[in-house]
T-cell receptor
């Protein structure tokens, strides 16, 4: 069965510091991987996605993620965090039919001024 | 841009009431989803639909039903609301194939 784990429930970083949010997945076939961000009281917005090809993918708002098949990981990174990045971040895995999305529990990011 | 619209941002209902949550998408997507979001649990799939009048149970369908009479509209029904159904409900849609899901803004339902 598909599953996604995000080991960190809550992370706090200072503005300007670098960020890495961890995501591990379990999936029997080629995974389609996503990172979404949710600002308070809002729906989910797609940050980036990986289907195939280059294992380092660039997304919106200066985020990037690296797919590592050997570690079953898809960690999200940003070199310099802004206060507006404070939100909840969800990693997800999907299939090639666009029907089976499994989400991780989320990581809440707080940013200190 | 794809738009997924949920009819209410906030709802307060009484225990035992029948509750309808409506979701409309404007991009002719085949797939539509209802998720429930609770702290520490992430998003859990309640039901999804891959075509008009077609539905599949997700991970937590108990206490819920759905209706999809038109392609653009997917309704979530709480037959008899209970306090443990107090939650954030998120609707999403996606086209077929390995594509992303597009989300509505969510409905925060409180059952008192």
């Amino acid at each position: 069965a598909q599953s996604v784990t995000q080991p960190d429930i809550h992370i706090t970083v200072s503005e300007g510091a670098s960020l890495e949010l961890r995501c591990n997945y379990s999936y029997g076939a080629t995974p389609y991987l996503f990172w979404y961000v949710q600002s308070p009281g809002q729906g989910l917005q797609l940050l980036l996605k990986y289907f195939s090809g280059d294992t380092l993918v660039q997304g919106i708002k200066g985020f990037e993620a690296e797919f590592k098949r050997s570690q079953s990981s898809f960690n999200l990174r940003k070199p310099s965090v802004h206060w507006s990045d404070a939100a909840e971040y969800f990693c997800a895995v999907g299939d090639n039919y666009g029907q089976n999305f499994v989400f991780g529990p989320g990581t809440r990011l707080s940013v200190l001024p | 841009d794809v738009k997924v619209t949920q009819s209410s941002r906030y709802l307060v209902k009484r225990t035992g009431e029948k509750v309808f949550l409506e979701c409309v998408q404007d991009m002719d997507h085949e797939n539509m989803f209802w998720y429930r979001q609770d702290p520490g649990l992430g998003l859990r799939l309640i039901y999804f639909s891959y075509d008009v009048k077609m539905k599949e149970k997700g991970d937590i369908p108990e206490g819920y039903s759905v209706s999809r009479e038109k392609k653009e509209r997917f309704s979530l029904i709480l037959e008899s609301a209970s306090t443990n159904q107090t939650s954030m409900y998120l609707c999403a849609s996606s086209p077929p194939g390995a594509q992303r899901a597009f989300f509505g803004q969510g409905t925060r339902l409180t059952v008192v």
